[in-house]
């Protein structure tokens, strides 16, 4: 029994060593040698930017204003509202925008990917640019993203997305903002082996010609429809220089659900582009899909077993006992981080990571559940809206 409890151990630990060290150096090392960068040049390719939108009246103006701002050659961009059945003012808003060429699709709810395709059905540009109904994009955005597409083996383009934080905000606005300074420095390395894992739907742009509806309205619609370019054979790239921002979730709460709902939806797009797992046809692309989206999503699993197994070992060996006590003291800081998350100690980094960290985790726990279990969440509820329906998991994106 011991045996197999010490070898539970080291190979759960091997695991997550893999997921938080070594697929980050593993990346680093193939971007070392393959150095895949994009042949840009300017270019202004007719765009069609989609906003899709539900219950967005708080935002929806500041966006468009936004949007016809941005420094682009108004005869090739036409901007689209898919409105999914919103129930507030945001269609009368958006209407006020329709002699400046803003175009309102008044659609039933139906979901968010719904909403989409029906807008790219309409959409007349060479490029489609999603992008959400909260975010801010610097007046080059468009013009960097589409610079990229002078290279005829890229398909698709993510924009460089950041967190700005509200005054007030709890601690784990803090957690957000920095995993995504993480994964954004981790995009950067895949950009460079080929591809990178999928875009980040606050701002992205693809081929209007690569294009297919997506199906299944379960899964993660920038995961689903930028995927789908490195399915046909094109690049999915990164622009650091197409910067856009939105406002980090506000609340614990409501980060936890967004996470949860994100990974829901990000785990069946997964077993929807299952065949991208194959690497003798997808090559490296493969290794990044399934250490990104499934090793990592599924990291409860080795900590729960890392802390079971120390925990039986602890009195065996005194590296077993620190390292349960290790652990102790790491979900203590954990729970202080919750308890403090509005409170200037609990936006100390040594409180909030610990307590983001096992956030985000159980999160993916919840995910996993809920996936093995069938649950789909189809529709989305905006977690920037201050009312959320008790007991709901929805989320933006």
């Known amino acids: 029994m011991t045996d197999l409890t010490t070898w539970t151990f080291w190979m759960s630990v091997a695991c997550l060593a893999y997921v938080y060290a070594g697929f980050p150096l593993l990346v680093a090392v193939v971007a070392w040698f393959r150095r895949r960068t994009v042949q840009a040049a300017p270019a202004t390719p007719s765009v069609s930017l989609i906003i899709a939108a539900y219950d967005e009246e708080a935002v929806i103006g500041d966006r468009l204003e936004n949007a016809l701002a941005l420094d682009y050659p108004a005869g090739r961009l036409e901007i689209l509202v898919a409105a999914d059945g919103c129930s507030d003012g945001t269609e009368a808003i958006v209407e006020r925008y329709a ?53 005829p083996a890229v398909g698709g383009v993510a924009g460089h997305t950041v967190y700005r934080l509200e005054e007030g905000s709890e601690s784990s ?130 900590l729960v077993l890392i802390a079971g197994t120390s925990a039986y070992l602890a009195p065996t060996h005194p590296f077993y006992f620190s390292a349960a006590a290790a652990q102790a003291l ?21 409180i909030y990571i610990p307590f983001y960290y096992c956030m985000a985790n159980v999160a993916s726990g919840v995910a996993l559940v809920q996936l093995l279990t069938g649950r789909r969440i189809e529709l989305w509820q905006p977690q920037r809206h201050p009312a959320i329906p008790a007991g709901s998991t929805g989320a933006r994106r």
């Open 99 to 151: 002699d400046r060429g803003v175009r309102l699709l008044s659609l039933p709810r139906q979901g968010k990917i719904r909403a989409l395709n029906a807008a790219a059905a309409q959409a007349t540009g060479e490029l489609l640019v999603f992008s959400d109904a909260n975010i801010m994009c610097h007046p080059q955005a468009l013009r960097m993203l589409a610079r990229n597409f002078a290279d």
């Open 173 to 302: 606005s803090q957690g957000e903002s920095l995993y995504w300074d993480y994964d954004t420095r981790l995009k950067q390395l895949e950009s460079l082996t080929g591809n990178i894992v999928s875009a980040h739907g606050g701002l992205y742009a693809v081929r209007r010609s690569l294009y297919r509806p997506v199906a299944d309205t379960a899964v993660t619609d920038d995961f689903a429809i930028s995927t789908e370019v490195v399915a046909q054979g094109y690049r999915l790239v990164f622009e650091p220089a197409a910067l856009a921002s939105e406002v980090a979730v506000p609340e614990a709460r409501r980060e936890f659900c967004r996470r949860v709902r994100l990974m829901t939806r990000g785990l069946r797009g997964v077993v929807l582009r299952r065949r991208l797992l194959n690497p003798l046809r997808f090559g490296f692309y493969s290794v990044v899909l399934f250490s990104h989206k499934v090793l990592r999503r599924l990291a409860l699993v080795p």
């Open 330 to 350: 790491f979900y203590a800081l954990a729970v202080v981080g919750l308890l403090l998350r509005r409170t200037a100690i609990g936006r100390l980094k040594p």
